[in-house]
């Protein structure tokens, strides 16, 4: 029997020889083969210590993954988060920017209406917002916005421009009639919050004048910041 | 013996028949069981490859891990750094801006000390740096900041207008005396940097005379960027 | 023989005792130590689940592993495009603004040949962009800037100011000579869209003059926004 069990020992010795599992070095068949089984035994005690660092390797990888999820879904939040602000000042950087100035080399008035001053020599015109048929910006968003207007006029007749926001006067300038200076400049400017849709234009008094030109009566704006 | 030890292996392939362990198919108490202990051993010597197989996987796993730790790491460390990028580019988008008329509809002066303008009539005040009732812009953060005056006056007294930083001029309007004209517009700007806490105002000087009227005569600031 | 094979096992249920492998509490070397070796095959069997157990757990934290790969890579791949979104927030937050006055309390012209009024006192020179020795301003980028001017004179003689983009008239500023009104005063203003290297200065005509003075008659300019 002790043989028989030491031959099986030996023949599986021989097949799983590769695997080097239960190699007798030296074993003859008249030798016990007990110490292989021992051995087995052994090998056996080695893997489960390894299976159960494996485990334990395991259980903390696996609660490392868990972290690195967590960690990264908050990344992946407070990511979107910083992307919408960027989103958010990329649209405060909307532009909306014009400077025009009157296009006819010509006395404008005086007549016996108000007019809206049509500045057709567009110098800039980012955004479309001032319409150089018309002479009226009509704010493309709610925001806070610039205006500046300056003229050149003879003294023959009084003048007076109002900035007018939809119908109401923000700033004006005024000059007297004289004969006896030929000419006056003016100018002014105010920071005006738009409504979206809000008009702004300038507007000549009845009875006033001013002189046209491309280049010294003008009126321009930007839009300084959304709300 | 024999007998007994195949007894036993028979009785634990039937225990652990349903983990398909040791199951000796067609044995009988006569055959001999020594086959069943050496697919024992041909599955001890597939379960250590297999356990070979997890610890390398698990080691690969681990190392991932780890490269996934740090890029994580890496990631938030960037994601902070846009995030307090975004922060100071919202905060260069801090809002001042201020425009304000006189809103006496009358003379301002002469008088025989100079005068702080006070524009009561406020269009636009975001920030509140801008004082209605002292004329005077306070900065809320270190900055370059932008003004722009406008006036208009009778010509009975001379004019003279300065933008004052603390006590220092930074540009002025002045305009003679003329009984000929009846009157004369003017306006002046700048950029100007501005400490937290400065001060800025238009200061009428003595003896000379402006034309109060909340439309004409304006002041107005914003603050271009933070520094 | 079984006595033997008995030994074998208490032998090695000793030296492996501390692992608690094959521990036959109570046995002696008179009772049979079969059980030993069925409970080392229940063990096995144990262990083969256990194995299965972490094969399957492996494999699905390797999976988990994949998929944060691949979301990190994904925020990885956001990050920069935020990052590079925020880069170009921040280099359209160039700064470039100047303001300047002409240096001498003094008339400038009239001569005989148009002349590039130079203002020698900087009260504001963020990047450099304007020469104060030249009183020409160089455009750093494309990008769309705000230029006004403002001027002082006697009626002496004729006033004619533009702002000129490279070779071209942008907005201008005319008064009369008069005798009957000591002074007068004027300004405009303009958004111009510049290209990197456009020059912008302001251009005294032949024959015209102005009044020169540090506060008064003053440039001013800045970056409204890159192109």
Not at 45 to 67: D, G, H, P, R, W
Request: glycine share 8%.
């Amino acid at each position: 029997m002790n043989f028989a069990f030491c031959l099986l020992l030996s023949f599986c010795s021989l097949t799983l020889g590769q695997e080097g599992l239960l190699e007798t070095e030296g074993t003859t068949e008249n030798e016990p083969c007990f110490p292989d089984l021992c051995k087995f035994i052994k090998e056996f005690a080695v893997m489960k210590v390894k299976l159960e660092a494996v485990e334990t390797k395991l259980n903390e990888s696996e609660s490392q993954v868990l972290v690195l999820k967590e960690k990264g879904e908050a990344l992946e939040t407070k990511l979107k988060e910083t992307e919408s602000q960027v989103l958010v000042l990329k649209q405060k950087a909307l532009k909306v920017v014009f400077s025009a100035g009157i296009l006819e080399n010509a006395a404008i008035g005086p007549i016996k209406k108000p007019k809206t001053l049509v500045y057709g020599r567009v110098i800039t015109n980012v955004g479309n917002a001032y319409n150089q048929n018309t002479g009226i910006f009509v704010a493309p968003v709610r925001g806070m916005y610039y205006f500046s207007f300056f003229y050149h006029a003879g003294g023959g007749h009084p003048v007076r421009l109002r900035l007018i926001k939809n119908n109401n006067s923000v700033v004006e300038i005024t000059d007297h009639k004289t004969l006896m200076d030929g000419a006056d400049n003016g100018g002014n400017a105010a920071f005006v919050e738009l409504q979206q849709g809000d008009q702004v234009f300038v507007r000549l008094d009845a009875n006033h004048h001013v002189w046209g030109n491309g280049y010294i009566t003008t009126f321009s704006g930007f839009l300084l910041h959304q709300i």
